[in-house]
């Protein structure tokens, strides 16, 4: 059964005549459970991380190749900031409207404020396709990479592409 989460995702997928595939699969909650059910999933699969500030005044979501690690430190350095910490389930729910093991730049359906800053690896720009969950991590949607650019033009969110 399609959660209200992510039939929202693909109300909005539709609305903006954005084309995508949608695999399914068993509840996956890291990397690398989900790597297990990639098999004939074309594209950049994706970590995404949510951070916030020291203060918690800023949130960020980091999008990174899965095979990254993401280093707080430098990314702190570019961004300006004194310190990033992995930012609560209740900050993950409240500003994105998601659970743990389901965060997606799709939850940027749920920050109708705009305020989750949204950071991309810009290497992501190299791949003709990539891959999200739908707000669940019960699925796998796949997308042509301009489309996805699509989506986030519509979510109005502040985007930055950095070399992570």
């Given amino acids: 059964m399609i959660s209200e989460n992510e039939q929202k995702v693909y109300e909005i ?7 995508y595939v949608r695999h399914e699969h068993p509840p996956v909650f890291t990397v690398e459970e989900a790597e297990r059910h990639w098999q004939g999933i ?3 699969h994706c970590k995404n991380l949510f951070l916030r ?3 918690g005044s800023r949130h960020y979501l980091v999008i990174i190749e ?3 690690r993401a280093e707080l430190k430098k990314l ?10 992995f930012a609560s389930e209740d900050r993950l729910k409240r500003y ?3 659970e743990t093991g389901s ?7 749920n920050d109708s404020s705009r305020e989750v800053r949204v950071i991309i690896d810009q290497d992501l720009k190299n791949w003709d ?15 042509v990479y301009s489309d996805f650019e699509k989506f986030l033009s519509w979510a109005g969110n502040s985007i930055r592409y950095l070399k992570l």
Wanted: aromatic letters at 4%.
């Fill in 13 to 19: 997928l539709n609305k903006l005549g954005i084309s």
């Fill in 42 to 44: 074309k594209g950049a």
């Fill in 53 to 55: 500030n020291k203060k």
């Fill in 66 to 68: 899965h095979t990254k």
């Fill in 76 to 85: 702190e350095d570019q961004l300006g900031e004194d310190r990033l910490s």
């Fill in 96 to 98: 994105l409207g998601l």
């Fill in 103 to 109: 965060v997606s730049p799709f939850g940027l359906i």
């Fill in 129 to 143: 396709r990539i891959n999200f969950h739908p707000n669940v991590n019960t699925a796998t949607l796949e997308m």
